[in-house]
T-cell receptor, first 110, second 111 residues
Framework: DAKTTQPNSMESNEEEPVHLPCNHSTISGTDYIHWYRQLPSQGPEYVIHGLTSNVNNRMASLAIAEDRKSSTLILHRATLRDAAVYYCISFEGSQGNLIFGKGTKLSVKP | DGGITQSPKYLFRKEGQNVTLSCEQNLNHDAMYWYRQDPGQGLRLIYYSQIVNDFQKGDIAEGYSVSREKKESFPLTVTSAQKNPTAFYLC??????????FGSGTRLTVV
């Protein structure tokens, strides 16, 4: 499972899009990119994951670079409830476990 | 509704005591995990179990013990050998190779 690099913190205004970057330059061909988020005093919750092509779900979109060395989590319209720590994790799945770094702390201003 | 239940939500332990944190899931997941989180830090893996009656140490297993006698249950015991046990403990489960579902955590404080 490759190491990921994320900014420590980001700020956004409410109802604006947010782009959370993640670098994973040593990712292998079978590693999926997972995103989780953690609200204060709660357990992390799954957001989205992908392998090569861009992915969308009701929570967010995941844009994966063509060389797979980076990805971006996109929240289309940030709300105050989106304020959380967002973790980007490279994870092969059949072996190993999810390894969490410090993530990006997202603040959303009204 | 399916999910993971951790209890208690808050736990206070005297120095030198063992305490057991409960984790129960009704998702029929094969794998279960225990993580520890310190303030401002990410999660660190304590123990994990891919199947009943089998478990492996994670990165920080010293001072902790687990059992997996049933698929639904994966209790964590924090022993007196754990020198700095005050932390937020999170349990998770998954189908092997898929996304994790986390419980709401137990906050343990040594008094």
């Amino acid at each position: 499972d490759a190491k990921t690099t994320q900014p420590n913190s980001m700020e956004s205004n409410e109802e604006e899009p947010v782009h959370l970057p993640c670098n994973h330059s040593t990712i292998s061909g079978t590693d999926y990119i997972h995103w989780y988020r953690q609200l204060p005093s709660q357990g992390p919750e799954y957001v989205i994951h992908g392998l090569t092509s861009n992915v969308n779900n009701r929570m967010a979109s995941l844009a994966i670079a063509e060389d797979r060395k980076s990805s971006t989590l996109i929240l289309h319209r940030a709300t105050l409830r989106d304020a959380a720590v967002y973790y980007c994790i490279s994870f092969e799945g059949s072996q190993g476990n999810l390894i969490f770094g410090k993530g990006t702390k997202l603040s959303v201003k009204p | 509704d399916g999910g993971i239940t951790q209890s208690p939500k808050y736990l206070f332990r005297k120095e030198g005591q063992n305490v057991t944190l409960s984790c129960e899931q009704n998702l029929n997941h094969d794998a279960m995990y225990w993580y520890r989180q310190d303030p401002g830090q990410g999660l660190r893996l304590i123990y994990y179990s891919q199947i009943v009656n089998d478990f492996q140490k994670g990165d920080i297993a010293e001072g902790y013990s687990v059992s997996r006698e049933k698929k639904e249950s994966f209790p964590l015991t924090v022993t007196s050998a754990q020198k700095n046990p005050t932390a937020f403990y999170l349990c998770a489960s998954s189908w092997t190779g898929y996304g994790y579902t986390f419980g709401s955590g137990t906050r343990l404080t040594v008094v």
